[in-house]
């Protein structure tokens, strides 16, 4: 069974901080790169942070240097540590294969929302 289940989101001031999770399936987590995405209101879902297999790790440069992506294979889920968050952070974030296209399966997503 495809499942994405991410959790963690809330209403945070700005500057403070969340840890977003992801519990996937094995059929999308298993040998793949893993990234967190994240959609505004008014715009395209844009891919954050990606993590590979082997934990090697690529950030958007709007969120370098404040938020890391981790992930624990035995337990097929996706990390995303946001830290100094700012209202421009304010979106739903998903998770998924780096790859997966806006017709594949795409999880609920967890709301972040930063007030300044």
């Known amino acids: 069974q495809v499942q994405l289940v991410e959790s963690g989101g809330g209403l945070v001031q700005a500057g403070g901080s969340l840890r977003l999770s992801c519990v996937a399936s094995g059929s999308i987590f298993s040998f793949n790169v893993m990234g967190w995405f994240r959609q505004a209101p008014g715009k395209q879902r844009e891919l954050v942070a990606y993590i590979t297999n082997s934990g090697s790790t690529n950030y958007a440069d709007s969120v370098k240097g404040r938020f890391t992506i981790s992930r624990d294979n035995a337990e097929n889920t996706v990390y995303l540590q946001m830290n100094s968050l700012k209202p421009e952070d304010t979106a739903v974030y998903y998770c998924?294969?780096?790859?997966?296209?806006?017709?594949?399966?795409w999880g609920r997503g967890t709301q972040v929302t930063v007030s300044s």
């Open positions: 998924n294969k780096k790859r997966a296209r806006d017709s594949e399966y």
